[in-house]
């Protein structure tokens, strides 16, 4: 194993994955081309792709955790969480609570519906705590994640979509709540559209039990790299819902307690 995390060609394999977003033309699983990756090989690959975008002009507004609830965690084999950046280019705002997501920059996507995070004050790991998480919390928002991976038919193992940014593809937000955060985030319940018909359901709890619980893990993860989540920091705290698959011009609808719905097209 040593041998293999020297001969690792972080920076080659990096731009391997930019190349494939670009060109939406996906890549083998790298653990299949390259043998198994430790988590921390994965990471570092991230880390370089993150570098390579900044540098060419990205801007981080947040972090998204992907792999928290029971559901996702079966539908793609996985047993434990993953962090990804969210890009600036790939957020789309919603107008009247809609929102047009192009499919042309996507690949093989996916939506999700999730509960989002606006943190107000520094959270740094180790150590932080669920009740942590909701002190330090702004407000917290319906919002709307579109999985995407660059890896050939969704083939993927942890190291390979750890590598691919946590298979993030593109994000919308509903308005921001403070009302929202004094309430059980565990009890809330989302229902999925698709086309008018129902199509998926879940509860706050899915995401490892609370979605705070998943930004805290989220905090003491990140602190392994050194890394704080800042104030202004938007955190996807996970799906509470299995992904539903999204073709161009189909439309979502998603809904959470007391908030108005999201209506997500795909244009």
Not at 153 to 164: C, E, F, N, V
Request: net charge negative; proline share 7%; aromatic share 6%.
């Amino acid at each position: 194993m040593a041998d293999h995390v020297v001969t690792l060609d972080v920076d080659s394999l990096a731009k391997q994955l930019e190349a494939a977003l670009v060109t939406r033309q996906p890549i083998p699983p790298l653990t299949e081309t390259l043998g198994p990756l430790t988590p921390e090989q994965a990471y570092a690959i991230q880390t370089r792709w993150t570098e390579l975008r900044v540098a060419a002009g990205e801007r981080i507004v947040g972090r998204k955790i992907g792999l928290t609830s029971r559901a996702m965690q079966e539908q793609l084999g996985v047993r434990e969480p993953d962090y990804g950046s969210l890009w600036g280019s790939r957020y789309f705002p919603a107008s009247g609570h809609r929102v047009e997501i192009p499919s042309d920059l996507l690949i093989q996507p996916r939506l999700e519906g999730e509960i989002a995070f606006l943190i107000g004050r520094r959270l740094q790991g180790p150590g932080v705590t669920l009740q942590h998480v909701l002190a330090a919390t702004e407000a917290v928002a319906l919002s709307v994640e579109v999985v995407d991976s660059r890896i050939e038919a969704w083939r993927i193992k942890l190291a390979d979509t750890i590598a691919d940014d946590a298979s993030f593809g593109a994000f919308t937000v509903g308005p921001w709540s403070r009302t929202l955060l004094q309430e059980d985030l565990r009890t809330l319940g989302m229902i999925i559209q698709k086309n008018g018909v129902p199509a998926t359901e879940g509860i706050g709890a899915a995401a490892l039990g609370h979605p705070a619980r998943c930004v805290a893990w989220l905090a003491n993860k990140l602190a392994e790299f050194g890394v704080a989540l800042e104030p202004g920091d938007i955190v996807l705290s996970g799906s509470l819902a299995r992904a539903l698959p999204a073709e161009p011009g189909d439309t979502f609808v998603v809904e959470l307690h007391s908030q108005p719905p999201l209506t997500v097209r795909f244009v």
